[in-house]
């Protein structure tokens, strides 16, 4: 090779190495913010409504646009009120493995009466990143299968939060998994919930599974967002606990310190793409490490 090629070969070189670094897919937050609005805009979306189905046809509009194949799973809850019909949508990204991690969110929200109830945070935020989230690891190698599980029903149906009249897709999910037996392949659940809060700041959820809980947030520190990772602990009851009961490791992302929460204020004000940004970039990061410890605890 002459000087000339030489120097023509390292510049095709560096081209090459900055186009792959360019290519590498990080979270963008203005299509989660957009996911997000978009739910917003369909209004309350309680379970049963014509507002969930319209949000539920925009989650499975939005995988099949980021190639991701989306199958719903309707169920009837046996609920204070009566017989409802919920919808779980379950996606799946093919990995070299077909055990499975699983991203979560639920996309129902809160029934209220006397308020208009949009469920900004508490419902759209997370769902709105989990989407976001999928549309990159649809492009990315996996070497475990991923499976984004968006739940109908983690709401009570009543005003208070009393069992069993709570979290029906999730225990709904975790049934239909055990009786057909694929359960035992699902590793590891990482639960968002309420991730908008445009004043984020996250508790270590004390039911989740310390090494899941222990890679977020030393991820999180890792990539300079430690001020919104606090290291108090509090106990909160949400869509993982059906699977932490069934042996599945599961960590909730919630920051449920969000004044808005269950009241008619929990709407875009409330929230910001930047919270969005921070959640999707730790989740995403921490992915590897997730996968890591997956493997060696075979
Ligand atoms: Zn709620």
Redesign the pocket.
């Known amino acids: 090779m002459t000087r000339a090629g030489a120097s023509l070969f390292l510049v095709l070189l560096a081209a090459c190495v900055s186009a792959q670094t360019g290519n590498a897919p990080t979270f963008d937050s203005n299509r989660a913010w957009e996911h997000l609005r978009r739910q917003v805009s369909f209004g309350p979306r309680p379970s049963g409504s014509a507002a969930i189905a319209e949000n539920r046809r925009y989650i499975l509009e939005q995988l099949r646009a980021a190639g991701i194949e989306g199958r719903q799973q309707p169920f009837e809850a046996q609920t204070p009120l009566g017989p409802i019909k919920m919808v779980n949508v379950v996606a799946t990204i093919p990995g070299s493995r077909r055990e499975r991690i699983a991203l979560a969110t639920h996309f129902d ?2 029934l209220y009466r006397d308020f208009r109830f949009v ?1 900004a945070s ?2 759209a935020s997370s769902t709105a990143v989990v989407l976001e989230l999928g549309r990159l690891l649809a492009q990315r190698k996996n070497p475990y299968t991923i499976e984004l599980l968006f739940f109908d029903g ?2 009570a149906v009543n005003e208070e939060w009393r069992d069993p009249d709570n979290r029906y897709g999730s225990k709904h999910y975790v049934e239909q998994a055990r009786k057909a037996g694929s359960l035992a392949g699902l590793k590891a659940l990482v639960l968002l ?2 991730v908008g809060d445009r004043n984020l700041n996250f508790r270590r959820e004390s039911n989740s599974t310390p090494w899941l809980t222990d890679i977020i947030w030393a991820t999180a520190k890792r990539l300079g967002y430690g001020e919104h990772f606090w290291y108090q602990q509090s106990p909160i009851e949400d869509d993982h606990i059906p699977f932490l009961r069934a042996g599945v490791p599961a960590v909730d992302l919630i920051d449920l310190d969000y004044p808005a ?2 009241t008619a204020q929990d709407t875009l004000d409330s929230v910001s793409a930047r919270s969005l940004q921070i959640v999707g970039d730790v989740v995403l990061a921490s992915m590897p490490e997730i996968e890591k410890r997956v493997a060696s605890t075979k």
Do not use: R
Request: proline share 0%; hydrophobic share 20%; net charge negative.
């Open positions: 929200t809160k469920g508490d419902g983690e709401e919930d309420l929460w269950h």
